[in-house]
């Protein structure tokens, strides 16, 4: 059973499309967090929630919108897809009384 | 603000060799530490952790200890293998509201046979 899932795990689509990325964990985790990695594996935080509520939200154009509908599930919905949101989107989830997170296995979104 | 620095990649390694891949933080208040793995075409895996000052974190033979006096996290492996080849990210999370986990850049590790 996987901790952490994500779908897809591989996603090509064009410019101006909307498109969804869809995170479930099974650890009973209060947070969850989605992440992007550049090309140079930089990763950089886009959005926390806790308990469905949003925590973080880091200078993410607003194209971007997650959303909770329980604490399970973070999924992350983006708009109008640019060539510069090509990236690998992680989304991970962690026990706030506990210390490390857990990460899904990516989504590799590719924009032609 | 909070941040981790760690050495830059790609190191390039022979098999057997002894590793060290440097990092160091600046936090305000008492942050845990992490290193995270990453093989190529995965996800991020805990490689392993420490919570308080002198803590020492071991897995698979990698081991980094928790220096608050230097602010450091410094990742180390007495031989490696070729199978280590992957990126390392060292991490912190400070106990506050929002939570951040802060990620170095990454170092890539070639191990060569």
């Known amino acids: 059973d996987t901790a952490v899932s994500q779908t897809p795990k591989y996603l090509v689509t064009q410019m101006g499309n909307d498109k969804s990325i869809k995170c479930e964990q099974n650890?009973?985790?209060?947070?969850m967090y989605w992440y992007k990695q550049d090309s140079k594996k930089f990763l950089k935080i886009m959005f926390s929630y806790n308990n469905k509520e949003l925590i973080i939200n880091e200078t993410v154009p607003n194209r971007f919108s997650p959303k909770s509908p329980d604490k399970a599930h973070l999924n992350l919905h983006i708009n109008s897809l640019e060539l510069g949101d090509s990236a690998v989107y992680f989304c991970?989830?962690?026990?706030?009384?506990?210390?490390?997170?857990?990460f899904g296995q990516g989504t590799r979104l590719t924009v032609v | 603000g909070n941040s981790v620095t760690q050495m830059e990649g790609p190191v390039t390694l022979s098999e057997e060799a002894f590793l060290t891949i440097n990092c160091t933080y600046t936090?305000?208040?008492?942050?845990?530490l992490f290193w995270y793995v990453q093989y190529p075409g995965e996800g991020l895996q805990l490689l392993l952790k420490a919570t308080k000052a002198d803590d020492k974190g071991s897995n698979k033979g990698f081991e980094a200890t928790y220096r608050k006096e230097t602010t450091s996290f410094h990742l180390e492996k007495g031989s490696v293998q070729v199978s280590d080849s992957a990126v390392y990210f060292c991490?912190?999370?400070?106990?506050?509201?929002?939570?951040?986990?802060?990620f170095g850049k990454g170092t890539r590790l070639h191990i060569l046979p």
């Open positions: 650890l009973g985790h209060d947070t």
């Open positions: 991490a912190l999370i400070l106990m506050n509201r929002d939570d951040k986990i802060i």
């Open positions: 936090a305000t208040g008492y942050p845990s």
């Open positions: 991970a989830s962690r026990d706030r009384a506990g210390t490390e997170a857990f």
